[in-house]
Structures are given as structure tokens and as C-alpha cells.
């Protein structure tokens, strides 16, 4: 099963694909991107990421058809063939000679990418350790756009210390989300969560859990998180994942707890087999 690209209308393995050293994406980040996963070869929650999209390109003034985008995904996720896959999509301003204005006619750059999803049961069984950083990004973290330098240093920075993620943290304690998920906690019996703001991404995965649990969204702070009974983190491929330790020091029992277990349980009870029954 090929790892695949699709770079403007072509299918391509994934080792030939290439785009032009003056695409805007490569020289000032001026693209947005989407991250899906599929099960059985399905894409999950297609209409909710596309809609993401189409917000984040509104948001950097980038006129892009998306219609004929869930054909593509879809044939994408067809020929690679994984039952779980992650599916990359970024569309740039395109190619143009390099200068901060924004040319009045480029064609923009679309790239699709398909890899095999590599599950973590291990961070399932005993979850992860996190770190807090101060959050340096730029105000509009809503927008879902590649330029994410702060994330990777704050990845980089959390692998260093031992740790597996990041929570980024602003000046007056306020939790926004982690490098790449938004967070959760829960302190006596209350499920939160930060509520949606241009600090944070509109997760997927968040958005899906809170159809299907009672979640209060309020404010979290470092305070919180660090006192909190549990805690955890959800993305698009890794879905729930449980957090036990924050800058070292043990979160509740120091194992996935009872409302983060109930959290993936029924995420998965609720969203998987449906994905899966379509394949």
C-alpha cells in the first residue's frame, strides 16, 4: 500500500511529489491546511474539516473552490488503501515571484498527502506527560494556517524535558490547547474545557466529544490543570489521550482516570463503528 500525493491534479507516489521554491506556502506561510483520518479507508467527519477550511480560507482572503475537494480525499484515501490513514491537505496562494504583497492573479497550490495512521495503544494504557510553555503565538490561532514554528519549538522543548506534548500557557494562566489538540479537564466530576476563542483551534475531535458528553466550556487555568483530577487532550488521529503528568508533577492517580476512559469509550462507541460500518 503507497504512501500517496496529489499535487494539482495529479496522483503521484509520495517520494516525487515537489512544489516550486517561490509557492508562497514554502516562503511566508500564506496557506491554511486540514488534517483528516479515515477508518476502514473512510474519511471521518469529512463535512466538519471541509467547513474548517472554507473558514480558514475566508480568513487569509484565499479564493478557493473546495466542492471538488471530497472527490479528491476520497479517491485519495481509495487508492492508498490503509484502514487508517492520515490525510494532509494544504492549499497555498501559489507561485509568485517573492514579495509581501499579495499578487492580484496566482493560481493557487493544492497538496494532498496520505499516510499509514500509526496508532499509540501504550498512551491509551498510560498516558502521556506534558509540559506548559508560554504562549508566544500569533493572535489568531483559529485560523488553521502552516505556520506553526512555535508549535514545533514547543514540541521540541516538551520532547527535551522528557515529555510528550506541549500546553501552551498565557502570561495571566490562562490554558489555551496543546501543540497540537485542545484540552480538557476535569475537577470533581465536571468535564471542561477552554471555550472556542482566537487562542484556540475549533477541534474536530472536541467538537465531536462534546455532542456526546456534558462538557462546560470555561476557562481553564494553569492552576486548574495542574490541581485537576484529570486530565487529557483530543486530536484527529490520536483521538483521546490521557494526560498524567504536567511539568513533572502526577495528575490524580497517575493513571488514565474514570472520565477520560469514559471519554474515549464512548467517542469510539459513538464514531468509530459508525465510520467502520461504511466499509
Known sequence: MPELAYVNGQFMPLAHATVSVE???FQFAD???EVLRTYNCQPFALDEHLARLRRSLAAIALDYRTEPLREIIEEA???AAFPEAIIYLQITRGVAPRNRAIPPEVKPTLVLTVRELVPHPEWEAHGICVITVPDNRWGRCDIKTVGLL???????A???AGAQDAIFVESDGTVNESTAGN???VQGGQLRTPPKSHRILAGITRDK???IMPVVEARVSQDD???ADEVFLTATTVEVVPVVAVNGKQIGSGKPGPITKQAWATFRKNFRPAALSHG
Not at 512555535?150 to 521540541?156: C, E, G, S
Open 209 to 211: 466529544l462534546m455532542e
Open 225 to 227: 490543570l495542574l490541581g
Open 31 to 33: 496557506s491554511v491546511y
Open 150 to 156: 512555535a508549535n514545533v519549538l514547543a514540541h521540541q
Open 77 to 79: 484515501a481509495r487508492r
Open 158 to 160: 516538551a520532547r527535551q
Open 183 to 185: 484540552v480538557f479537564v
Open 23 to 25: 509557492d508562497r506556502g
